[in-house]
């Protein structure tokens, strides 16, 4: 039996996510399935892990919800599960925060200048427009 895990996310830009996921090394697919233990989920925007287990992501109203099944890969209890999910999570939730920022600046006419990340695992972006 499959033990599909659902994290709720604050993606809500289809192409913002697929971008980070992308920047992130990871091979992107849409409207796919992603594999589990011992079984299939059908999600919107599919990426594929080293072990050839799935992470995929669902539409859930505004917001896309992460899904994934670690149980097979990693034979570990709930803990170690909920581990790796907050993992992923939070290198995503970091690209797609900076995508989201760099794109809003380009809408307002700034570019950016550089990008430096900080020991504590920030990341400082310094954009400027010219007026």
Known sequence: MSHYSRVRTQFRH????????????????????IKGYRGQHAVDIAVKTAKGYGVGFV???????????????YGAGEKQLANELQEHAGRIQKEYAKAMVLEQAAKEGFSLVSQT????GTVRLVVRRWT
């Open 14 to 33: 289809r192409e913002a996510l697929i971008q980070c996921l992308e920047q992130l090394g990871y091979t992107v697919e849409t409207d796919t399935m």
């Open 59 to 73: 539409r859930n109203g505004e917001t896309y919800d992460m899904v994934a099944d670690w149980w097979g890969v």
């Open 117 to 120: 990340d900080e020991a504590d």
